[in-house]
């Protein structure tokens, strides 16, 4: 039978798991004149797992593709609405979240059923071993033979699949115990350390119950030396109160041992190779605590038999398939990784108050975000929110970000604050007309704190000839000014950066080119040691004695210049390559004295300036720092890990919170961009040794500022560019969420009103489009 002009094909589908049987169904759909062979190594009723997820989207997708099956699976489901979050005595439920779970083996008999309907050859327990000779022997190859797929190992070279062993143990059991009422998270505190389970519903009779820990945990339980019905009955004991007297069971007879793995992170550079094409786990797999692998695999078998269905070749219906398909997948890895991340780093959540840490957990892949949770669960988002503001000394529930914060004597009205922007405006270091109306505007804006730009210490200080300073008397005055009218006028705190460019000094204004040399007048620069920003930037001298002691004493001078002023806060610029930074990276560090080498050496210099500027800053007052926390070179450089280190060093000296950002250390530098990218460093920094923190990187919306603070992964969020665009940032984001306690200055309440009444329209019309 043909299709067109194309005659049909003989087409071989390598795993009969969902992926090859939907692929299976979804081609004959389309073609039913093509031969379609599944080959399947295991028997018809083998299975390795337990439950499937499928979330209500899924569904939907599968029935415009598959009415009679997708109706037969609707009919085998087990749903709910709820997650459950058990910690110890503590259990926190929130609802809205519309999952479904069928068990695999049911799932697979409906599949078989309706492939052999559709007229599949079914061929099982048929080990495919050579897969150049299948290539040979049919027109099309799909590989849907699952994470360890042999037609991917085969063509590796071709593939060039990255597999990344995950870091944590889990072991996939069922259980007849009843979670009929909710997804459910159990975290148990044993002798060994922290165990946990993901345990929900599949059928009337049987429940998945996956148990996982860190590898620590694992060995220190000897589960590596177990046999499976010794690490079972381990696994009991820990969750006896969970079970209620039920057992646990094992179907994974193909793993040795006691049944325990690692989650293998699939990803390949390319997913076709001639005739034969990668689906499901073998192209790429998500980890299964998002519980949306299926969902992948039977999503991207629909969008393969639509570009075979339309495409009389071959290669260009897989090239197709694959750049439709690689950016949806990768979207996924992308929310599963997060999750895998949080599962492995949980012990650094552990300590959160249970509100809080069930916020964390459901929030933690980046896919639900805190409005998506008040469309899930209104109830219960407030709760969470009331308990926030509680923690925070307020009295009444307000999304997180206008929750009030204090550091020391400072105390801001709400979380917002106005990231640190070079203006590059300066005349000679002075602040003119140009920064009173920019900093004016934002303090006007409902921000809790601005930040100035970096504000250099001397003129030899400054980044470029544009650069704000606080060593002339002038400068004093001028910003005394604007901090006069903050303080009069706003309900902003306004803070001091201070600085000095180190090697990044004496280039160009921003908007001409970017860290290049002035075309003439350049000064000379100092680092910790003579090694330039770049090939095209001047060599700068490495700091001796007296260096350092004049430079500190610069320091001091601007800080008392500041108190002076009027400034709530000082930050230190110890960031993006800067002096004070080319001592703390290796990168730039290359002394041989007691001020290079270890960390706590380059750390040195930065603490002397520090302390001499706390011994200069009024005790009420807060000082905080800004750190580079990646240097995106790799181990070569700062790393995540060492940023923890630093930020420890930084707390132990007394700095009041860190103010994290990343990178700008290197013209080599990779960084790995998106929304809140670096949020995970302040997150890291917060949890494991409790420090205040300040998150920046990306961030745009009230919903990502919302998430970081109710989660846990900061104390203030920092917003530079949107407060370019839009001052009034923070009194915009009121009115979208409908909070009337935020402050307004007077001669702008008129404006106020329209604009909450404009929200309130565009609340209704979503209101009525999801209606």
Same mark, same amino acid.
């Given at each position: 039978?043909?299709?067109?002009?194309?005659?049909?094909?003989? =087409?071989?589908?390598?795993?009969?798991?969902? @992926?090859?049987?939907?692929?299976?169904?979804?081609?004959?759909?389309?073609?039913?004149?093509?031969?379609?062979?599944?080959?399947?190594?295991?028997?018809?009723?083998?299975?390795?797992?337990?439950?499937?997820?499928?979330?209500?989207?899924?569904?939907?997708?599968?029935?415009?593709?598959?009415?009679?099956?997708?109706?037969?699976?609707?009919?085998?489901? *087990?749903?709910?609405?709820?997650?459950?979050?058990?910690?110890?005595?503590?259990?926190?439920?929130?609802?809205?979240?519309?999952?479904?779970? =069928?068990? #695999?083996?049911?799932?697979?008999?409906?599949?078989?059923?309706?492939?052999?309907?559709?007229?599949?050859?079914?061929?099982?327990?048929?080990?495919?071993?050579?897969?150049?000779?299948?290539?040979?022997?049919?027109?099309?190859?799909?590989?849907?033979?699952?994470?360890?797929?042999?037609?991917?190992?085969?063509?590796?070279?071709?593939?060039?699949?990255?597999?990344?062993?995950?870091?944590?143990?889990?072991?996939?059991?069922?259980?007849?115990?009843?979670?009929?009422?909710?997804?459910?998270?159990?975290?148990?505190?044993?002798?060994?350390?922290?165990?946990?389970?993901?345990?929900?519903?599949?059928?009337?009779?049987?429940?998945?119950?996956?148990?996982?820990?860190?590898?620590?945990?694992?060995?220190?339980?000897?589960?590596?030396?177990?046999?499976?019905?010794?690490? =079972?009955?381990?696994?009991?004991?820990?969750?006896?109160?969970?079970?209620?007297? /039920?057992?646990?069971?094992?179907?994974?007879?193909?793993?040795?041992?006691?049944?325990?793995?690692?989650?293998?992170?699939?990803?390949?550079?390319?997913?076709?190779?001639?005739? %034969?094409?990668?689906?499901?786990?073998?192209?790429?797999?998500?980890?299964?605590?998002?519980?949306?692998?299926?969902?992948?695999?039977?999503?991207?078998?629909?969008?393969?038999?639509?570009?075979?269905?339309?495409?009389?070749?071959?290669?260009?219906?897989? @090239?197709?398939?694959?750049?439709?398909?690689?950016?949806?997948?990768?979207?996924?890895?992308?929310?599963?990784?997060?999750?895998?991340?949080?599962?492995?780093?949980?012990? #650094?959540?552990?300590?959160?108050?249970?509100?809080?840490?069930?916020?964390?957990?459901?929030?933690?892949?980046? #896919?639900?975000? /805190?409005?998506?949770? #008040?469309?899930?669960?209104?109830?219960?988002?407030?709760?969470?929110?009331?308990?926030?503001?509680?923690?925070?000394? *307020?009295?009444?529930?307000?999304?997180?970000?206008?929750?009030?914060?204090? %550091?020391?004597?400072?105390?801001?009205?709400?979380?917002?604050?106005?990231?640190?922007?070079?203006?590059?405006?300066?005349?000679?270091?002075?602040?003119?007309?140009? /920064?009173?109306?920019?900093?004016?505007?934002?303090?006007?804006?409902?921000?809790?704190?601005?930040?100035?730009?970096?504000?250099?210490?001397?003129?030899?200080?400054?980044?470029?000839?544009?650069?704000?300073?606080?060593?002339?008397?002038?400068?004093?005055?001028?910003?005394? $000014?604007?901090?006069?009218?903050?303080?009069?006028?706003?309900?902003?705190?306004?803070?001091?950066?201070?600085?000095?460019?180190?090697?990044?000094?004496?280039?160009?204004?921003?908007?001409?080119?970017?860290?290049?040399?002035?075309?003439?007048?350049?000064?000379? %620069?100092?680092?910790?040691?003579?090694?330039?920003?770049?090939?095209?930037?001047?060599?700068?001298?490495?700091?001796?004695?007296?260096?350092?002691?004049?430079?500190?004493?610069?320091?001091?001078?601007?800080?008392?210049?500041?108190?002076?002023?009027?400034?709530?806060?000082?930050?230190?610029?110890?960031? /993006?390559?800067?002096?004070?930074?080319?001592?703390?990276?290796?990168?730039?560090?290359?002394?041989?004295?007691?001020?290079?080498?270890?960390?706590?050496?380059?750390?040195?210099?930065?603490?002397?300036?520090?302390? *001499?500027?706390?011994?200069?800053?009024?005790?009420?007052?807060?000082?905080?720092?800004?750190?580079? @926390?990646?240097?995106?070179?790799?181990?070569?450089?700062?790393?995540?890990?060492?940023?923890?280190? =630093?930020?420890?060093? %930084? $707390?132990?000296?007394?700095?009041?919170?860190?103010?994290?950002?990343?990178?700008?250390?290197?013209?080599?530098?990779?960084?790995?961009?998106? $929304?809140?990218?670096?949020?995970?460093?302040?997150?890291?920094?917060?949890?494991?040794?409790?420090? @205040?923190?300040?998150?920046?990187?990306?961030?745009?919306?009230?919903?990502?500022?919302?998430?970081?603070?109710?989660?846990?992964?900061?104390?203030?969020?920092?917003?530079?560019?949107?407060?370019?665009?839009?001052?009034?940032?923070?009194?915009?984001?009121?009115?979208?969420?409908?909070?009337?306690?935020?402050?307004?200055?007077?001669?702008?309440?008129?404006?106020?009103?329209?604009?909450?009444?404009?929200?309130?329209?565009?609340?209704?019309? *979503?209101?009525?489009?999801?209606?």
């Amino acid at each position: 039978m043909e299709r067109g002009n194309r005659p049909a094909r003989r =087409i071989a589908i390598l795993g009969g798991g969902p @992926a090859g049987l939907y692929a299976a169904i979804s081609l004959k759909l389309r073609s039913p004149g093509d031969v379609v062979t599944v080959i399947e190594r295991n028997r018809p009723d083998d299975t390795f797992g337990w439950g499937v997820v499928l979330s209500e989207e899924t569904l939907t997708n599968l029935a415009a593709n598959d009415p009679p099956s997708a109706e037969a699976i609707r009919a085998d489901f *087990a749903y709910w609405d709820d997650i459950a979050v058990v910690r110890g005595d503590d259990r926190n439920l929130s609802s809205g979240h519309g999952f479904c779970g =069928i068990g #695999r083996q049911r799932l697979l008999t409906l599949l078989q059923s309706r492939a052999n309907e559709l007229g599949v050859a079914m061929r099982f327990e048929s080990e495919a071993s050579d897969i150049a000779a299948l290539m040979r022997g049919y027109d099309l190859v799909i590989a849907a033979d699952g994470i360890n797929s042999a037609a991917r190992a085969a063509f590796a070279d071709v593939f060039e699949p990255k597999i990344d062993q995950r870091a944590n143990k889990f072991v996939w059991l069922g259980t007849h115990q009843k979670f009929n009422d909710a997804f459910t998270f159990i975290f148990e505190q044993t002798e060994h350390g922290w165990v946990w389970a993901h345990a929900y519903q599949f059928d009337a009779d049987t429940a998945t119950f996956i148990v996982e820990c860190n590898a620590e945990t694992w060995e220190a339980f000897g589960f590596d030396e177990m046999d499976r019905d010794a690490s =079972i009955a381990t696994c009991e004991r820990i969750f006896a109160r969970h079970l209620d007297g /039920h057992n646990l069971l094992s179907n994974a007879r193909h793993l040795r041992g006691s049944g325990w793995i690692n989650f293998p992170r699939v990803l390949c550079a390319k997913w076709h190779h001639d005739n %034969l094409v990668l689906l499901g786990d073998a192209a790429a797999s998500a980890h299964f605590s998002i519980g949306s692998g299926t969902k992948l695999a039977m999503e991207s078998a629909i969008a393969l038999a639509d570009k075979l269905a339309s495409h009389a070749e071959a290669s260009e219906a897989f @090239a197709e398939y694959e750049d439709e398909r690689r950016v949806e997948v990768l979207k996924l890895q992308s929310a599963a990784r997060n999750s895998c991340e949080w599962f492995e780093q949980v012990g #650094r959540y552990l300590g959160l108050a249970p509100m809080q840490f069930a916020y964390s957990l459901l929030t933690r892949s980046q #896919r639900i975000s /805190h409005e998506n949770l #008040r469309l899930r669960d209104p109830r219960w988002l407030g709760q969470a929110e009331s308990w926030f503001q509680r923690q925070a000394g *307020a009295d009444r529930a307000r999304a997180p970000m206008f929750a009030p914060f204090r %550091l020391r004597d400072m105390e801001l009205a709400n979380r917002v604050v106005v990231s640190p922007m070079a203006q590059y405006k300066a005349n000679d270091g002075c602040p003119g007309d140009w /920064h009173f109306a920019h900093y004016a505007e934002r303090a006007k804006g409902g921000a809790g704190l601005v930040i100035t730009e970096m504000t250099c210490t001397a003129p030899d200080a400054r980044i470029t000839p544009g650069c704000t300073g606080l060593y002339a008397p002038e400068h004093e005055a001028a910003w005394k $000014r604007l901090t006069d009218f903050v303080h009069a006028e706003t309900d902003a705190k306004i803070a001091v950066q201070i600085g000095h460019a180190g090697p990044k000094g004496s280039t160009q204004l921003g908007w001409e080119e970017m860290d290049a040399p002035l075309a003439s007048g350049n000064w000379p %620069l100092l680092s910790a040691s003579g090694v330039p920003w770049s090939p095209q930037n001047q060599v700068p001298r490495a700091m001796d004695r007296a260096d350092m002691d004049e430079v500190r004493d610069q320091f001091v001078a601007a800080a008392e210049m500041a108190k002076r002023a009027g400034f709530d806060m000082v930050e230190l610029h110890m960031a /993006h390559g800067y002096l004070l930074s080319s001592f703390i990276t290796p990168l730039t560090n290359r002394r041989n004295d007691e001020y290079g080498g270890e960390l706590e050496n380059r750390m040195r210099f930065p603490l002397e300036v520090f302390h *001499a500027v706390r011994a200069a800053w009024p005790d009420h007052k807060p000082i905080s720092v800004r750190i580079s @926390a990646n240097d995106w070179v790799g181990e070569e450089g700062v790393t995540p890990e060492e940023a923890v280190e =630093i930020a420890a060093i %930084l $707390r132990e000296a007394g700095v009041d919170i860190c103010d994290v950002s990343a990178g700008q250390t290197t013209p080599s530098a990779q960084p790995v961009y998106g $929304r809140m990218f670096q949020t995970p460093f302040s997150d890291r920094i917060r949890n494991d040794i409790g420090m @205040a923190t300040m998150a920046v990187g990306n961030i745009y919306e009230p919903d990502h500022a919302n998430s970081i603070l109710l989660a846990g992964r900061a104390d203030l969020v920092c917003l530079a560019r949107p407060h370019l665009a839009n001052p009034y940032w923070t009194l915009h984001a009121a009115a979208a969420l409908d909070d009337r306690f935020v402050h307004w200055p007077a001669p702008y309440l008129a404006g106020r009103d329209q604009l909450y009444r404009l929200a309130e329209k565009e609340r209704a019309a *979503a209101e009525d489009f999801k209606a």
